[in-house]
């Protein structure tokens, strides 16, 4: 059973940096598409980026590029999300998501089969 636990969230002021992990146990993780989505109040799951677990291949959404970087380390199973130049509008509850035999990096929320708790990011003026 694959199991995401999502780490590092909290407060942070406007314009400060939070870094995001995900950590994935359960599984042999090749072939695997990693995604962070967050979600705001009253708002659906919106995809912030995404990786391959092999290759190079990493995917954002516009309103965070420039600002977020994703990355991973293999030998701990864990997902990064490295949050600088944070935003007001940045709040939301942030979730770690796997999607298994994966060819290339979806931001469709309904395409991921794992999904961690989640946690909270809140940007503060």
């Known amino acids: 059973q694959v199991q995401l636990v999502e780490s590092g969230g909290g407060l942070a002021q406007a314009g400060g940096s939070l870094r995001l992990s995900c950590t994935a146990s359960?599984?042999?993780?090749?072939?695997?598409?990693m995604g962070w989505f967050r979600q705001a109040p009253g708002k659906k799951h919106e995809f912030v980026a995404g990786?391959?677990?092999?290759?190079?291949?990493?995917s954002y959404a516009d309103s965070v590029k420039g600002r977020f970087t994703i990355s991973r380390d293999n030998a701990k199973n864990t997902v990064y999300l490295q949050m600088n130049s944070l935003k007001l509008e940045d709040t939301a509850v942030y979730y770690c998501?796997?999607?298994?035999?994966?060819?290339?990096?979806?931001?469709?929320?309904?395409?991921?089969?794992?999904w961690g708790q989640g946690t909270q990011v809140t940007v503060s003026s």
């Open positions: 990786l391959m677990w092999t290759g190079d291949a990493t």
């Open positions: 359960g599984g042999t993780f090749s072939g695997y598409v």
């Open positions: 998501a796997a999607k298994s035999g994966a060819k290339f990096i979806t931001t469709v929320p309904g395409r991921y089969d794992y």
